[in-house]
């Protein structure tokens, strides 16, 4: 867990990672992440981006987000994710309580 130093984290916080894997080697992973930023807005706080090697040039963006503990925000974040132009689909890697 890489969280920066001047963030300030709250008990009952959660980190949650997610992967997104995009339609294709050609879709620019850039517009990708100043899309989820646009989206969680408000919702989450995005820890930090990076991106994992799958095959063949294609390469997953990873999104780290922190957000309040309540029931069902990782699946509502998900969602939200999966709307995305030129992502075909996302899945929770990891959940961690901070």
Not at 54 to 62: N, P, R, S
Not at 69 to 90: A, P, R, W
């Amino acid at each position: 867990m890489d969280l920066k130093a001047h963030e300030v984290i709250n008990m009952g916080d959660v980190l949650i990672t997610y992967k997104i894997m995009p339609d294709g080697v050609d879709v620019d992973l850039e517009t990708i992440k100043n899309a989820v930023k646009e989206k969680l807005e408000g919702i989450a706080k995005i820890n930090d981006f990076s991106e994992e090697p799958i095959a063949f040039g294609l390469k997953a963006l990873i999104v780290r987000v922190i957000v309040k503990d309540e029931g069902g925000i990782t699946d509502k974040i998900e969602n939200m994710l999966s709307e995305i132009d030129n992502v075909q689909g996302v899945m929770v890697s990891e959940v961690t309580l901070i």
